[in-house]
C-alpha cells in the first residue's frame, strides 16, 4: 500500500474551477472518486502511470481533466465549470493490480486510498 494525501477541496460557486492535488509516490495506476451524501461512491476519473492514458466518468467530460507529474509525485484533478452536483467529498486512490481500462473504474479495484478533500459547489 501507499500512502495518499489530497488538497485543494473548498467551497467554490457554480461555474468556478478547483484543482484537486494527490501526493502519492511509486508506480501506481492512480484514480478519483467521489461521494456525495446519501450516495455510493462513483468513479471520477483515472490514469495510467505514464499519463498517456486517462479515464473520465461521462458526468465529467468536458469539465474534468486528470493528470500527473511523475517527477512531483502528484496526480492531479482540474475541474472546470464546476455544478452543484458536483459537491462531494473526492477520493485519491492507488492501484498496481489489473488493466488499466474498466478495473481502474471499479473502486474495488484499488488497494490504497487517501483521506478525502471536500469540494462544494454552491448555485
Known amino acids: 500500500q501507499v500512502q495518499l494525501v489530497e488538497s485543494g477541496g473548498g467551497l467554490v460557486q457554480a461555474g468556478g474551477s478547483l484543482r484537486l492535488s494527490c501526493a502519492a509516490s511509486?508506480?501506481?495506476?492512480m484514480g478519483w472518486f467521489r461521494q456525495a451524501p446519501g450516495k455510493e461512491r462513483e468513479f471520477v476519473a483515472s490514469?495510467?502511470?505514464?499519463?498517456?492514458?486517462?479515464s473520465l466518468a461521462d458526468s465529467v467530460k468536458g469539465r474534468f481533466t486528470i493528470s500527473r507529474d511523475n517527477a512531483k509525485n502528484t496526480v492531479y484533478l482540474e475541474m472546470n465549470s464546476l455544478k452543484p452536483e458536483d459537491t462531494a467529498v473526492y477520493y485519491c486512490?492507488?492501484?498496481?493490480?489489473?488493466?488499466?481500462?474498466?478495473?481502474?473504474?471499479?473502486?474495488?479495484?484499488?488497494?490504497?486510498w487517501g483521506q478525502g478533500t471536500q469540494v462544494l459547489v454552491s448555485a
Open positions: 486512490a492507488a492501484t498496481k493490480q489489473g488493466l488499466f481500462g474498466s478495473f481502474t473504474r471499479l473502486a474495488s479495484s484499488y488497494t490504497s
Open positions: 511509486g508506480r501506481y495506476y
Open positions: 490514469i495510467n502511470w505514464n499519463g498517456d492514458r486517462t
